[in-house]
């Protein structure tokens, strides 16, 4: 499983909204690579955030 993939199976599982610190704790991973991984995962669409800071999965 590849960066992206577990960040997004990491805010998939926890079924609310995630700011990236709580994504770092859940996943393990370090902060810059969770970044890098958000960051590709907005240009794609795959995550949205309706409240200010906090990341879900995008569901359309």
């Known amino acids: 499983m590849d960066d992206?993939?577990?960040v997004l199976?990491?805010?998939t599982r926890a079924c609310i909204p995630l700011t990236?610190?709580?994504i770092?704790?859940?996943s393990g991973l370090?902060?810059?690579t969770v970044?890098?991984?958000m960051k590709a995962l907005k240009k794609d669409e795959k995550i949205i955030s309706k409240i200010r800071c906090k990341w879900e999965p995008n569901q359309k």
């Open 30 to 32: 370090d902060p810059k």
């Open 24 to 26: 770092e704790a859940k």
């Open 4 to 6: 992206l993939e577990k």
């Open 20 to 22: 990236q610190k709580e």
């Open 35 to 37: 970044d890098k991984a």
């Open 9 to 11: 199976e990491v805010m």
